[in-house]
């Protein structure tokens, strides 16, 4: 499982207003409120709720609770240290819903072609229903 993915578009540049626009709608995600352009994802609501406390009490780090997500024109960047990526596997599954991809872990090698059917390589085998 990788930890820390960048993403960016095979073309052109990211959309920022639609990417921030669809995490403000997530009830389990919010803006950081230290470092406004990075959002917070958690499990669901209460986690948020309860990392967002954490945040706010402790403003030097994050809560481990969550994953970060970072949006910028040329690159997307998703960094996780929770068992709780399901979450972040359907934003980055919405992210490609809508652009065509270059996916690279954090050493920028290109994991786009291992992450061709789905995103286990990213976030490891979904937990059975």
Known sequence: MITDILLQP???EFDTKAIESYLDKLHYAARD???GRTYM??????WLEAALKKRK?????FPYAV???DVWPTRVSVSFRTPHVEPLRQFVEWLRQHYQ???MDEGFHDLTDR???DLDHLFGPRSPA
């Open 33 to 35: 409120p230290v470092k």
């Open 57 to 61: 009490g402790n403003p030097t780090s």
């Open 67 to 69: 994953g970060l997500v």
């Open 101 to 103: 991809l270059r996916i």
């Open 115 to 117: 992450c061709d059917r």
């Open 41 to 46: 994802v958690a499990q669901d609501s209460e």
């Open 10 to 12: 095979i073309e052109g």
